[in-house]
């Protein structure tokens, strides 16, 4: 059974960081991909960026050059680096996880979720 379990959003000032942390279990290939994706309240849910386990990345554009998403496959947990936070990164930010395949911005191609992990920026 492939689990994820989010931990690191909280409360933080516009401008500041937070890193967020994705530890996965269960997954049958480990090189899969795994994103993160946010949901602020009454909008969809988005994609922010996603790695798989040889290092290809995909970011969205409006989280390029102030996100940076890492995976450490020793420990199969996949990490986000949140710098220069804005209120508009305000979220419930979630972990997901492809069974196989590339790399995606596409939900719908994403077959296991975390809980998610709520990340508040204040103005």
């Known amino acids: 059974q492939v689990q994820l379990v989010e931990s690191g959003g909280g409360l933080v000032q516009t401008g500041g960081s937070l890193r967020l942390s994705c530890a996965t279990s269960g997954r049958p290939f480990s090189s899969s991909p795994l994103g993160w994706f946010r949901q602020a309240p009454e909008k969809e849910r988005e994609f922010v960026a996603t790695i798989n386990g040889f290092g290809s990345t995909m970011y969205a554009d409006s989280v390029k050059g102030r996100f940076t998403i890492s995976i450490d496959n020793t420990k199969n947990t996949v990490y986000l680096q949140m710098n220069s936070l804005k209120p508009e990164d305000t979220a419930v930010y979630y972990c997901?996880?492809?069974?196989?395949?590339?790399?995606?911005?596409?939900?719908?191609?994403?077959?296991?979720w975390g809980q998610g992990t709520q990340v508040t920026v204040s103005s």
């Open positions: 997901a996880a492809k069974s196989y395949g590339a790399i995606s911005s596409d939900r719908s191609h994403y077959n296991y």
